[in-house]
């Protein structure tokens, strides 16, 4: 009777190695199915969730969008509610100051763009600043001064061939204007020109058809743009000043 119990028992204790190797294996295969899935992350994603959760660590203000399959483009981890404040801002010191049908104001992928209507800033087919422009800049520059972002100022005009010896084109046009704005920035407050920009647009980046007198009023204009912090950064600069202490 007790030889029969032995051979049974045997042969259990053999078998038992192999559950211990069916567990060995089960884990690598869900080892290597982890390896894989982390793999397939989308690297600019995980790197923007990385920072904003050592900005949190570090007592920073950073926001991870919880439930978005992709922030804003170009936003990152840049504290968006920041620019939203600044609108809210320049909006309703334009309104008090009776300006808010020559000024408009949105946030956009790039950031918070300021639009001034032509008609605030310039006669047609001049690039110098009126006497009345000064109350809308000095606004402008209230809301930008103390932030670490690029300023891009944007010229724009409509599709009309412009008639002056001075303007070859639209072209020249635009750019003037936007320079013009810069150039105020810098005189009258020393604000850092390296953290400023000029462009010129010509028709070509239209906000409404170039079908009616009032659309093309529209279109001319200039943006004042306050870029993300993530556009910012890839600024070119003169100098190295680290905007990333500020994000």
């Given at each position: 009777m007790?030889?029969p119990r032995?051979n049974?028992?045997d042969?259990?204790?053999q078998?038992r190695?192999?559950?211990?190797?069916?567990?060995?294996i089960?884990?690598?295969?869900a080892?290597?199915?982890?390896?894989?899935?982390m793999?397939?992350?989308?690297?600019?994603?995980?790197?923007?969730?990385?920072e904003?959760?050592?900005?949190?660590l570090?007592?920073?203000?950073?926001?991870?969008?919880?439930?978005?399959t992709?922030p804003?483009a170009?936003?990152?981890i840049?504290k968006l509610g920041d620019?939203n404040?600044i609108?809210?801002?320049l909006?309703?010191?334009?309104?008090g100051?009776?300006?808010?049908?020559?000024?408009q104001?949105e946030?956009t992928?790039?950031?918070l763009?300021?639009?001034?209507m032509?008609?605030?800033?310039f006669k047609?087919?001049s690039?110098?600043?009126?006497?009345?422009?000064?109350?809308?800049?000095?606004?402008?520059?209230d809301?930008?001064?103390?932030?670490?972002?690029?300023?891009?100022i944007e010229?724009h005009?409509d599709?009309?061939?412009i008639?002056s010896?001075?303007y070859?084109?639209n072209?020249?046009l635009?750019?003037?204007r936007?320079?013009?704005?810069v150039?105020y920035?810098i005189?009258?407050?020393?604000?850092?020109?390296?953290?400023?920009?000029?462009?010129?647009?010509?028709?070509?980046?239209p906000?409404?058809?170039?079908?009616?007198?009032?659309?093309r009023a529209?279109?001319?204009r200039?943006?004042?743009?306050?870029l993300?912090?993530?556009?910012?950064?890839?600024?070119?600069?003169?100098?190295?000043y680290?905007?990333?202490?500020?994000r």
């Open positions: 007790s030889r032995k049974f028992e042969s259990n204790n078998e190695w192999l559950l211990t190797y069916a567990d060995l089960t884990l690598l295969l080892f290597f199915i982890v390896m894989y899935a793999s397939q992350v989308d690297a600019k994603k995980f790197g923007k969730m990385t904003a959760l050592n900005g949190v570090k007592g920073g203000q950073s926001v991870i969008n919880k439930g978005a992709d804003i170009g936003v990152g840049l620019l404040v609108q809210k801002q909006a309703k010191r334009f309104k100051a009776g300006k808010n049908e020559e000024v104001t946030i992928e790039r950031g763009v300021v639009h001034i032509e008609s605030a800033l047609e087919g690039a110098a600043l009126l006497n009345k422009t000064t109350e809308i800049l000095d606004i402008i520059y809301g930008i001064k103390d932030r670490p972002n690029h300023i891009r010229g005009t599709d009309r061939n008639q010896t001075i070859p084109s072209w020249e635009s750019t003037s936007a320079t013009s704005v150039r920035f005189d009258n407050y020393n604000f850092p020109s390296n953290k400023l920009s000029a462009l010129g647009y010509s028709e070509f980046r906000i409404k058809p170039n079908n009616t007198i009032e659309n529209k279109n001319r200039v943006d004042i743009v306050i993300t912090m993530d556009l910012s950064l890839k600024e070119p600069s003169s100098q190295l680290d905007l990333a202490d500020n």
